[in-house]
């Protein structure tokens, strides 16, 4: 916080440079964006090959979207629900459903009581990634992806392939506004009335620019 006071109160600073939250400062202090360096991960990491048909989907702990919005709060039922009529719906297309996290703890633990939830056959969930590479082998490996966490978002971006976002937080948003693509995602608040099927329509359809 001290530094952060210091930086603003430096009559020598001309800008400011963020990866997101760029509401947090107001006109008097000019504030830009820049990409997270996750963007580069296509330039750092070889890209494992492409499983066609094959459609990733990131799991989050709802306890997480919770806490930052108490006032909005879902409970898990209502988002493991919402998971299972996008995998159904996926399924009854012909794509494979492989689960991930990005490597929390918590957000592995919710994926493994998915699992026993969902009921659903033919679910394979990856090993906790460890170190960058391992979440970078595992999405680079997918045809699409659906996640919530923002870096598995932007590595799914890094490498071309179409994700939709399950948002948990302002970034997540701010990022699919930064590509263009604002309607490439809903918030987790929304998950309750969640049209499935639209989901998938506009996950298929995503094209980079």
Known sequence: R???QEILSN???IFISLRDHLEYF???VKAYR???IAICSNMVYLCSPTAEKTVGIGIIDVELYNTNNPNDAITEIDYFNAL??????????????????????????????????????DLNLHKR?????DLISIISSFQYVIASRLHAIIISYSYKIPCFGLSWDSKVDEFFLF?????????????QNIDA????????LTEYK
């Open 26 to 28: 107001d006109e008097r």
């Open 179 to 191: 590509i263009k693509l604002n309607k490439n995602f809903l918030n987790l608040n929304e998950i």
């Open 34 to 36: 820049h990409p997270d």
């Open 129 to 133: 990634p460890i170190i960058a590479e």
């Open 197 to 204: 099927q639209n989901v998938i329509d506009r996950l298929l």
């Open 11 to 13: 009559k020598n600073r």
């Open 2 to 4: 001290l530094i952060e």
């Open 84 to 121: 299972k009529q996008i995998i159904k719906i996926l399924h009854e297309r012909n794509f494979r459903v492989e689960l991930f996290c990005n490597g929390d703890y918590s957000d592995y633990s919710a994926a493994e009581r998915f699992l026993s939830f969902s009921e659903l056959n």
